[in-house]
Protein backbone atom coordinates (compact mmCIF):
# COMPACT_ATOMS: atom_id res chain seq x y z
CA UNK A 1 0.00 0.00 0.00
CA UNK A 2 1.21 3.26 -1.06
CA UNK A 3 0.43 6.41 1.32
CA UNK A 4 1.04 9.97 0.16
CA UNK A 5 -0.04 12.78 2.63
CA UNK A 6 -0.42 16.27 0.93
CA UNK A 7 -0.01 19.07 2.91
CA UNK A 8 -2.57 21.97 0.99
CA UNK A 9 -1.54 25.71 0.70
CA UNK A 10 1.78 27.35 1.58
CA UNK A 11 3.32 27.74 5.40
CA UNK A 12 2.71 31.16 5.70
CA UNK A 13 -1.02 30.75 5.52
CA UNK A 14 -2.83 31.23 9.03
CA UNK A 15 -5.24 27.96 7.96
CA UNK A 16 -2.62 26.05 7.08
CA UNK A 17 -0.61 26.85 10.31
CA UNK A 18 -3.83 25.99 12.67
CA UNK A 19 -4.21 22.70 10.06
CA UNK A 20 -0.75 21.45 11.10
CA UNK A 21 -0.64 21.84 14.84
CA UNK A 22 0.48 18.61 15.97
CA UNK A 23 -2.10 17.04 17.94
CA UNK A 24 -5.10 15.01 17.03
CA UNK A 25 -7.74 16.36 15.02
CA UNK A 26 -11.42 16.04 16.59
CA UNK A 27 -12.73 14.44 13.01
CA UNK A 28 -10.94 12.11 10.73
CA UNK A 29 -13.27 11.78 7.71
CA UNK A 30 -12.42 8.69 5.44
CA UNK A 31 -13.58 8.27 2.25
CA UNK A 32 -13.15 5.07 0.54
CA UNK A 33 -12.92 5.74 -3.33
CA UNK A 34 -12.72 3.63 -6.95
CA UNK A 35 -12.25 5.46 -9.92
CA UNK A 36 -14.25 8.88 -8.64
CA UNK A 37 -11.74 11.23 -9.96
CA UNK A 38 -15.05 13.29 -11.35
CA UNK A 39 -16.11 13.82 -7.73
CA UNK A 40 -12.96 14.24 -5.12
CA UNK A 41 -12.28 17.97 -6.49
CA UNK A 42 -16.29 19.12 -5.21
CA UNK A 43 -16.11 16.73 -2.54
CA UNK A 44 -13.34 18.52 -1.11
CA UNK A 45 -14.51 21.51 -1.89
CA UNK A 46 -17.55 21.10 -0.04
CA UNK A 47 -16.14 19.76 3.23
CA UNK A 48 -14.44 22.88 2.86
CA UNK A 49 -17.09 25.21 2.90
CA UNK A 50 -19.37 22.62 5.72
CA UNK A 51 -16.90 22.20 8.58
CA UNK A 52 -16.03 25.27 10.48
CA UNK A 53 -12.79 25.88 11.78
CA UNK A 54 -13.18 25.01 15.17
CA UNK A 55 -13.60 21.59 14.24
CA UNK A 56 -10.14 20.18 13.77
CA UNK A 57 -10.39 18.14 10.48
CA UNK A 58 -8.21 15.97 8.34
CA UNK A 59 -9.41 13.54 5.43
CA UNK A 60 -8.49 10.32 4.58
CA UNK A 61 -9.16 8.57 0.97
CA UNK A 62 -8.49 5.02 0.82
CA UNK A 63 -8.16 4.28 -2.88
CA UNK A 64 -8.47 1.14 -4.73
CA UNK A 65 -9.04 2.76 -8.01
CA UNK A 66 -7.51 2.35 -11.90
CA UNK A 67 -7.96 5.85 -12.89
CA UNK A 68 -6.02 9.01 -12.18
CA UNK A 69 -8.23 9.54 -8.65
CA UNK A 70 -5.11 9.60 -6.89
CA UNK A 71 -3.40 12.32 -8.80
CA UNK A 72 -6.68 14.79 -8.36
CA UNK A 73 -6.74 13.98 -4.69
CA UNK A 74 -3.04 15.07 -4.67
CA UNK A 75 -3.90 18.64 -7.03
CA UNK A 76 -7.67 19.07 -5.20
CA UNK A 77 -5.78 19.38 -1.69
CA UNK A 78 -3.30 21.90 -2.16
CA UNK A 79 -6.62 24.24 -1.69
CA UNK A 80 -7.75 22.42 1.49
CA UNK A 81 -7.05 23.95 4.79
CA UNK A 82 -6.66 20.62 6.44
CA UNK A 83 -4.44 17.52 5.75
CA UNK A 84 -5.49 15.31 3.23
CA UNK A 85 -4.08 11.51 3.25
CA UNK A 86 -4.36 9.77 0.51
CA UNK A 87 -3.44 5.56 0.73
CA UNK A 88 -3.40 3.71 -2.21
CA UNK A 89 -4.19 -0.04 -1.97
CA UNK A 90 -2.62 -2.49 -4.80
CA UNK A 91 -5.00 -4.80 -3.59
CA UNK A 92 -8.72 -4.21 -2.41
CA UNK A 93 -8.94 -6.32 0.30
CA UNK A 94 -12.60 -6.36 2.00
CA UNK A 95 -13.75 -4.52 -1.15
CA UNK A 96 -15.07 -0.92 0.08
CA UNK A 97 -15.18 -2.42 3.52
CA UNK A 98 -11.55 -3.20 3.72
CA UNK A 99 -11.19 0.42 2.67
CA UNK A 100 -12.94 1.71 5.53
CA UNK A 101 -10.67 -0.20 7.98
CA UNK A 102 -7.82 0.68 6.70
CA UNK A 103 -9.22 4.41 7.13
CA UNK A 104 -10.01 3.85 10.51
CA UNK A 105 -6.37 2.15 11.11
CA UNK A 106 -5.32 5.52 9.93
CA UNK A 107 -6.94 8.01 11.59
CA UNK A 108 -5.60 10.18 14.37
CA UNK A 109 -9.11 12.20 15.48
CA UNK A 110 -11.50 11.17 18.37
CA UNK A 111 -14.30 10.69 15.72
CA UNK A 112 -14.26 8.75 12.35
CA UNK A 113 -16.79 9.76 10.02
CA UNK A 114 -17.26 7.40 7.61
CA UNK A 115 -19.00 8.74 3.67
CA UNK A 116 -18.80 8.21 0.05
CA UNK A 117 -16.83 9.91 -2.35
CA UNK A 118 -20.09 10.32 -4.67
CA UNK A 119 -21.68 13.33 -2.75
CA UNK A 120 -24.79 11.40 -2.13
CA UNK A 121 -23.81 11.87 1.40
CA UNK A 122 -23.81 15.68 2.15
CA UNK A 123 -20.54 16.49 3.52
CA UNK A 124 -22.50 19.93 5.40
CA UNK A 125 -23.70 16.93 7.88
CA UNK A 126 -20.26 15.90 9.35
CA UNK A 127 -20.52 18.54 12.06
CA UNK A 128 -24.20 17.41 13.02
CA UNK A 129 -22.66 14.10 13.61
CA UNK A 130 -19.82 14.90 15.50
CA UNK A 131 -22.10 17.33 17.57
CA UNK A 132 -24.81 14.83 17.99
CA UNK A 133 -22.51 11.99 19.38
CA UNK A 134 -20.50 14.37 21.96
CA UNK A 135 -24.01 15.80 22.80
CA UNK A 136 -25.53 12.32 23.68
CA UNK A 137 -22.18 10.58 25.00
CA UNK A 138 -23.01 7.83 22.10
CA UNK A 139 -20.27 5.93 20.67
CA UNK A 140 -22.13 5.72 17.17
CA UNK A 141 -24.00 7.87 15.24
CA UNK A 142 -25.80 7.11 12.16
CA UNK A 143 -27.14 8.93 9.33
CA UNK A 144 -30.31 7.39 8.93
CA UNK A 145 -32.65 7.93 5.42
CA UNK A 146 -35.34 6.31 7.34
CA UNK A 147 -36.01 8.35 10.63
CA UNK A 148 -38.85 11.69 10.66
CA UNK A 149 -36.64 14.32 8.08
CA UNK A 150 -34.71 11.34 6.18
CA UNK A 151 -35.09 10.48 2.56
CA UNK A 152 -33.31 7.81 0.11
CA UNK A 153 -34.90 9.88 -3.13
CA UNK A 154 -31.00 9.85 -4.56
CA UNK A 155 -31.76 6.35 -5.06
CA UNK A 156 -32.25 5.75 -8.73
CA UNK A 157 -35.06 3.48 -10.00
CA UNK A 158 -37.51 1.14 -8.27
CA UNK A 159 -34.97 -1.62 -8.37
CA UNK A 160 -32.55 0.25 -6.67
CA UNK A 161 -35.48 1.19 -3.75
CA UNK A 162 -36.53 -2.50 -3.88
CA UNK A 163 -33.02 -3.55 -3.32
CA UNK A 164 -32.84 -1.16 -0.49
CA UNK A 165 -35.88 -2.16 1.25
CA UNK A 166 -35.27 -5.95 1.17
CA UNK A 167 -31.71 -5.55 2.25
CA UNK A 168 -32.70 -2.97 5.53
CA UNK A 169 -35.41 -5.99 6.15
CA UNK A 170 -33.46 -8.80 5.86
CA UNK A 171 -30.92 -7.74 8.17
CA UNK A 172 -32.88 -6.30 10.84
CA UNK A 173 -34.86 -9.62 10.93
CA UNK A 174 -31.39 -11.41 11.29
CA UNK A 175 -30.00 -9.28 13.83
CA UNK A 176 -32.95 -7.94 15.77
CA UNK A 177 -30.78 -7.17 19.11
CA UNK A 178 -27.66 -5.69 17.80
CA UNK A 179 -29.49 -2.96 15.28
CA UNK A 180 -31.91 -2.30 17.94
CA UNK A 181 -32.34 1.50 17.51
CA UNK A 182 -30.63 1.56 13.64
CA UNK A 183 -33.33 2.22 11.35
CA UNK A 184 -30.53 2.20 8.36
CA UNK A 185 -28.41 -1.04 8.47
CA UNK A 186 -27.59 -0.30 5.24
CA UNK A 187 -26.45 3.33 5.48
CA UNK A 188 -22.87 4.14 4.61
CA UNK A 189 -23.02 7.27 6.10
CA UNK A 190 -22.40 7.06 10.11
CA UNK A 191 -19.30 8.92 13.07
CA UNK A 192 -17.97 6.49 15.09
CA UNK A 193 -15.70 7.40 18.45
CA UNK A 194 -11.95 6.08 17.41
CA UNK A 195 -12.15 4.11 20.67
CA UNK A 196 -15.78 2.35 20.68
CA UNK A 197 -14.48 0.49 17.69
CA UNK A 198 -10.71 -2.58 17.32
CA UNK A 199 -10.15 -2.52 13.48
CA UNK A 200 -8.36 -5.81 13.60
CA UNK A 201 -12.17 -7.57 14.89
CA UNK A 202 -13.65 -6.52 11.81
CA UNK A 203 -13.82 -8.77 8.80
CA UNK A 204 -15.33 -6.88 6.24
CA UNK A 205 -16.52 -8.15 2.78
CA UNK A 206 -18.04 -5.92 0.30
CA UNK A 207 -19.57 -2.47 1.06
CA UNK A 208 -21.99 -2.44 4.07
CA UNK A 209 -19.26 -1.98 6.93
CA UNK A 210 -21.99 -0.63 9.30
CA UNK A 211 -23.21 -3.50 9.45
CA UNK A 212 -19.84 -4.80 10.21
CA UNK A 213 -19.16 -2.43 13.06
CA UNK A 214 -23.10 -2.67 14.46
CA UNK A 215 -22.72 -6.83 14.53
CA UNK A 216 -18.87 -7.47 15.91
CA UNK A 217 -18.40 -4.36 18.00
CA UNK A 218 -21.39 -2.31 18.45
CA UNK A 219 -20.86 0.57 21.04
CA UNK A 220 -23.57 0.97 23.95
CA UNK A 221 -24.95 4.26 23.09
CA UNK A 222 -26.35 4.65 19.35
CA UNK A 223 -28.26 7.47 18.00
CA UNK A 224 -29.12 8.53 14.44
CA UNK A 225 -29.67 11.67 12.55
CA UNK A 226 -32.25 12.35 9.55
CA UNK A 227 -30.23 12.90 6.15
CA UNK A 228 -31.34 13.08 2.88
CA UNK A 229 -29.47 10.50 0.09
CA UNK A 230 -28.88 12.94 -2.56
CA UNK A 231 -28.12 12.15 -6.65
CA UNK A 232 -24.47 11.10 -7.27
CA UNK A 233 -22.52 14.31 -8.67
CA UNK A 234 -20.96 12.71 -11.13
CA UNK A 235 -20.08 8.88 -12.52
CA UNK A 236 -21.97 5.99 -12.53
CA UNK A 237 -23.16 3.87 -9.84
CA UNK A 238 -20.63 1.05 -8.54
CA UNK A 239 -23.54 -0.74 -7.19
CA UNK A 240 -23.17 -4.69 -8.94
CA UNK A 241 -25.49 -7.66 -8.84
CA UNK A 242 -21.06 -9.42 -7.57
CA UNK A 243 -21.32 -6.79 -4.56
CA UNK A 244 -25.21 -8.08 -4.12
CA UNK A 245 -23.99 -11.48 -3.72
CA UNK A 246 -21.28 -10.59 -1.38
CA UNK A 247 -23.30 -8.97 0.51
CA UNK A 248 -25.88 -11.89 0.68
CA UNK A 249 -22.24 -14.25 1.82
CA UNK A 250 -21.12 -11.31 4.42
CA UNK A 251 -24.48 -11.84 6.03
CA UNK A 252 -24.43 -15.13 6.37
CA UNK A 253 -20.66 -15.62 7.64
CA UNK A 254 -21.70 -12.22 10.28
CA UNK A 255 -25.30 -14.55 11.01
CA UNK A 256 -22.78 -17.94 11.32
CA UNK A 257 -20.22 -16.38 13.78
CA UNK A 258 -21.24 -18.38 16.48
CA UNK A 259 -21.17 -21.91 17.05
CA UNK A 260 -24.80 -23.06 17.22
CA UNK A 261 -25.58 -20.79 14.39
CA UNK A 262 -23.20 -22.60 12.59
CA UNK A 263 -24.28 -25.70 13.30
CA UNK A 264 -27.84 -24.96 12.59
CA UNK A 265 -26.59 -23.92 9.07
CA UNK A 266 -24.23 -27.32 8.35
CA UNK A 267 -27.60 -29.16 9.19
CA UNK A 268 -29.87 -27.06 6.76
CA UNK A 269 -26.90 -27.81 4.45
CA UNK A 270 -26.59 -31.55 4.89
CA UNK A 271 -30.47 -32.11 4.52
CA UNK A 272 -30.39 -30.26 0.98
CA UNK A 273 -27.45 -32.92 0.33
CA UNK A 274 -30.28 -35.86 0.24
CA UNK A 275 -31.61 -34.24 -3.07
CA UNK A 276 -28.44 -35.31 -5.07
CA UNK A 277 -28.46 -38.53 -2.64
CA UNK A 278 -31.63 -39.71 -3.38
CA UNK A 279 -31.61 -38.36 -7.15
CA UNK A 280 -28.19 -40.38 -7.55
CA UNK A 281 -30.04 -43.79 -5.60
CA UNK A 282 -32.80 -43.64 -7.89
CA UNK A 283 -30.97 -43.28 -11.17
CA UNK A 284 -28.52 -45.87 -10.48
CA UNK A 285 -30.96 -48.68 -9.31
CA UNK A 286 -33.08 -48.12 -12.51
CA UNK A 287 -29.95 -48.68 -14.39
CA UNK A 288 -29.85 -52.43 -12.47
CA UNK A 289 -27.22 -51.69 -10.13
CA UNK A 290 -27.58 -53.36 -6.67
CA UNK A 291 -28.94 -50.89 -3.91
CA UNK A 292 -26.08 -51.26 -1.47
CA UNK A 293 -23.47 -50.06 -4.12
CA UNK A 294 -26.00 -47.91 -5.24
CA UNK A 295 -26.31 -46.13 -2.14
CA UNK A 296 -22.22 -45.83 -1.45
CA UNK A 297 -21.91 -44.07 -5.07
CA UNK A 298 -24.89 -42.15 -4.32
CA UNK A 299 -23.96 -40.70 -0.83
CA UNK A 300 -20.57 -39.24 -2.90
CA UNK A 301 -23.35 -37.02 -4.72
CA UNK A 302 -24.47 -35.45 -1.52
CA UNK A 303 -21.40 -35.23 -0.11
CA UNK A 304 -19.79 -33.51 -2.83
CA UNK A 305 -23.00 -31.10 -2.88
CA UNK A 306 -22.50 -30.46 0.75
CA UNK A 307 -18.69 -30.06 0.78
CA UNK A 308 -19.33 -27.01 -2.33
CA UNK A 309 -22.35 -25.46 0.07
CA UNK A 310 -19.89 -25.70 3.30
CA UNK A 311 -16.77 -24.16 1.32
CA UNK A 312 -18.81 -21.25 0.03
CA UNK A 313 -21.58 -20.80 2.31
CA UNK A 314 -20.22 -21.26 5.65
CA UNK A 315 -16.27 -21.71 6.03
CA UNK A 316 -15.37 -19.02 3.25
CA UNK A 317 -13.28 -17.54 5.28
CA UNK A 318 -11.00 -20.24 6.88
CA UNK A 319 -9.92 -21.98 3.69
CA UNK A 320 -7.13 -20.72 3.85
CA UNK A 321 -5.52 -22.64 6.09
CA UNK A 322 -5.71 -25.67 4.28
CA UNK A 323 -5.08 -26.72 0.35
CA UNK A 324 -8.33 -27.91 -1.85
CA UNK A 325 -6.73 -31.52 -1.69
CA UNK A 326 -6.44 -31.95 1.65
CA UNK A 327 -9.73 -29.99 2.82
CA UNK A 328 -11.57 -32.21 0.23
CA UNK A 329 -10.08 -35.49 1.51
CA UNK A 330 -10.41 -34.69 4.71
CA UNK A 331 -14.16 -34.09 4.25
CA UNK A 332 -14.97 -37.09 2.13
CA UNK A 333 -13.43 -39.43 4.71
CA UNK A 334 -15.70 -38.02 7.58
CA UNK A 335 -18.40 -38.10 5.38
CA UNK A 336 -18.13 -41.93 4.57
CA UNK A 337 -17.04 -42.27 8.09
CA UNK A 338 -20.77 -41.13 9.31
CA UNK A 339 -22.76 -43.65 7.09
CA UNK A 340 -20.04 -46.60 8.15
CA UNK A 341 -20.92 -45.49 11.79
CA UNK A 342 -24.35 -44.97 11.41
CA UNK A 343 -24.99 -48.35 11.01
CA UNK A 344 -23.36 -50.11 13.93
CA UNK A 345 -24.72 -47.29 16.04
CA UNK A 346 -28.25 -48.77 15.26
CA UNK A 347 -27.42 -51.98 15.80
CA UNK A 348 -26.28 -51.56 18.84
CA UNK A 349 -29.18 -49.19 20.35
CA UNK A 350 -31.43 -52.04 18.87
CA UNK A 351 -29.94 -55.11 20.26
CA UNK A 352 -28.51 -53.98 23.43
CA UNK A 353 -30.69 -50.99 24.88
CA UNK A 354 -33.74 -52.42 23.36
CA UNK A 355 -34.42 -49.19 21.62
CA UNK A 356 -36.77 -49.20 18.22
CA UNK A 357 -35.82 -49.26 14.56
CA UNK A 358 -37.30 -45.84 14.00
CA UNK A 359 -36.18 -43.88 17.18
CA UNK A 360 -32.49 -45.72 16.98
CA UNK A 361 -31.87 -44.56 13.64
CA UNK A 362 -32.87 -41.01 14.67
CA UNK A 363 -30.59 -41.21 17.50
CA UNK A 364 -28.10 -42.17 15.23
CA UNK A 365 -28.62 -39.63 13.09
CA UNK A 366 -28.22 -36.81 15.36
CA UNK A 367 -25.22 -38.33 17.22
CA UNK A 368 -23.25 -38.28 13.48
CA UNK A 369 -24.89 -35.16 12.88
CA UNK A 370 -22.94 -33.60 15.93
CA UNK A 371 -19.93 -35.51 15.26
CA UNK A 372 -19.43 -34.84 11.58
CA UNK A 373 -19.97 -30.84 12.23
CA UNK A 374 -17.22 -30.91 15.32
CA UNK A 375 -15.15 -33.32 12.93
CA UNK A 376 -15.43 -30.77 9.74
CA UNK A 377 -14.65 -27.75 12.03
CA UNK A 378 -12.01 -29.06 13.83
CA UNK A 379 -10.30 -31.26 11.33
CA UNK A 380 -10.92 -29.55 7.71
CA UNK A 381 -11.21 -25.72 9.01
CA UNK A 382 -9.26 -25.12 11.92
CA UNK A 383 -5.91 -23.86 11.04
CA UNK A 384 -2.89 -26.08 11.76
CA UNK A 385 -0.86 -25.52 14.48
CA UNK A 386 1.93 -22.95 13.78
CA UNK A 387 0.42 -22.20 10.62
CA UNK A 388 -2.33 -19.11 11.74
CA UNK A 389 0.27 -16.68 12.20
CA UNK A 390 2.18 -17.35 8.99
CA UNK A 391 -1.50 -17.52 7.02
CA UNK A 392 -3.69 -15.19 8.81
CA UNK A 393 -2.86 -11.96 6.41
CA UNK A 394 -3.82 -13.63 3.18
CA UNK A 395 -7.49 -14.13 1.65
CA UNK A 396 -9.17 -17.00 0.42
CA UNK A 397 -9.77 -16.21 -3.01
Known amino acids: MSQESVVPGELGDPAVRGAEIAEPGA ?81 TSDWVVVMDGDLQHPPSLVPELVGTGERANAGLVVASRYIKGGSREGLAG ?75 FAGESKSTAQEGFRFLRHLLGLRTASPVARMVVFGLIGATGFVPNLVGLWALTASGMHYVPAEILANQLGVAWNFLLIEHLLFRD ?45 LALVMTFVLRFVGTEALVYLPRRGRESRTAPRRAA
Not at 81 to 93: A, G, K, N, Q, S
Not at 164 to 184: E, N, V
Not at 203 to 226: C, H, M, Q, W
Not at 331 to 355: E, K, M, Q, S
Request: charged share 25%; aromatic share 8%; with cysteine.
Open 318 to 362: RRRHRSWWDRTGRFALLANADLVLRIPLIALFVHRFGVGAVPATA
Open 27 to 107: VTIVVPTFNESANVRELLHRITESVPTRLPCEVVFVDDSTDDTPEVISEAAQDCPFPVTVLHREEPVGGLGGAVVEGIKAA
Open 158 to 232: GYRIAVSRGATWLTKTLFPRRLRGISDPMSGFFAIRRSAVTAEALKPLGYKILLELAVRSRPREVTEVPFVFQDR
